[in-house]
T-cell receptor, first 111, second 113 residues
């Protein structure tokens, strides 16, 4: 299940389950969105991106959904594996402005 | 071949000291960044440089001074270190200002005692 505690929101799933990580953004002018994965002790790593003229984009085992009406972004991971355990960040930007990162969600995958 | 490399990986120092973190990218990118990540994993932009020119300085204290000797390098010098500077600092680069996919280094964990 998903919980919001004193620290990072955490999503705990079993290996093989599908995971959905959600992100709300605030800037209605944002037109480009990126999901990053940060494993322990490493820097954030690009996963997938989506422009505001799309509402869905698929990669390998990952799908990003964008709902501009409610300013919501989600990352779906199919058949989650222990190697998917990490902190996931959404980031938004518009034009030449820099990326603004969300607060992050920790995904814990149990074997 | 590490695309964005930063050194050192760990830095432990006393309050009041001056320290530097180095960053190099071999991707041929024009734009480089420094981020600070706090204990709650929140990533906040500090600086961005494009072709050695400062583009963004996000209300960072003057004790932090970035230096870009060429577009492949962006170093971060910190004077008079304070306890609140303890964090993980990430360097990143992107192809240009308008190409927003940023590639991150592995981070430098700074501990100020």
């Amino acid at each position: 299940g998903e919980s919001v505690g004193l620290h990072l929101p955490t999503l705990s799933v079993q290996e093989g389950d599908n995971s959905i990580i959600n992100c709300a953004y605030s800037n209605s002018a944002s037109d480009y969105f990126i999901w990053y994965k940060q494993e322990s002790g490493k820097g954030p790593q690009f996963i997938i991106d989506i422009r505001s003229n799309m509402d869905k984009r698929q990669g390998q085992r990952v799908t990003v959904l964008l709902n501009k009406t409610v300013k919501h972004l989600s990352l779906q991971i199919a058949a989650t594996q222990p190697g998917d355990s990490a902190v996931y960040f959404c980031a938004e930007t518009s034009g030449y402005s820099t990326l603004t990162f969300g607060k992050g969600t920790m995904l814990l995958v149990s074997p | 071949d590490t695309a964005v490399s930063q050194t050192p990986k760990y830095l432990v120092t006393q309050m009041g000291n001056d320290k530097s973190i180095k960053c190099e990218q071999n991707l041929g990118h024009d734009t480089m960044y420094w981020y600070k990540q706090d204990s709650k994993k929140f990533l906040k932009i500090m600086f961005s440089y494009n072709n050695k020119e400062l583009i963004i300085n996000e209300t960072v204290p003057n004790r932090f001074s970035p230096k870009s000797p060429d577009k492949a390098h962006l170093n971060l010098h910190i004077n008079s270190l304070e306890l609140g500077d303890s964090a993980v600092y990430f360097c990143a680069s992107s192809q240009s200002l308008s190409q927003n996919i940023q590639y991150f280094g592995a981070g430098t964990r700074l501990s100020v005692l």
